[in-house]
């Protein structure tokens, strides 16, 4: 897996899951972001990985410098 693209907004631009997601799949989702034509999916990470994968991601996030741009990590 990779990131292909970083989007930045707002919390009030995050619109509620939509009312076809319902149950189980509900909890892995935060809501919808509308970007131009297209809605991005928001993920609950913790809920999405595993503690192992969660770990790894916390231990990265501190050894990267703030405000280093995802195109740089690459």
Same mark, same amino acid.
């Given at each position: 897996?990779?990131?292909?693209?970083?989007?930045?907004?707002?919390?009030?631009?995050?619109?509620?899951?939509?009312?076809? *997601?319902?149950?189980?799949?509900?909890?892995?989702?935060?809501?919808? +972001?509308? *970007?131009?034509?297209?809605?991005?999916?928001? +993920?609950?990470?913790?809920?999405? +990985?595993?503690?192992?994968?969660?770990?790894?991601?916390?231990?990265?996030?501190?050894?990267?410098?703030?405000?280093?741009?995802?195109?740089?990590?690459?």
């Amino acid at each position: 897996d990779e990131v292909s693209e970083v989007v930045r907004a707002a919390r009030d631009q995050v619109l509620p899951p939509p009312p076809l *997601v319902r149950g189980v799949d509900a909890s892995y989702l935060i809501g919808v +972001l509308p *970007v131009g034509e297209r809605m991005i999916m928001l +993920l609950h990470p913790e809920r999405v +990985l595993t503690e192992a994968e969660a770990s790894e991601l916390r231990r990265l996030s501190t050894e990267v410098p703030a405000g280093t741009a995802a195109r740089e990590l690459a």
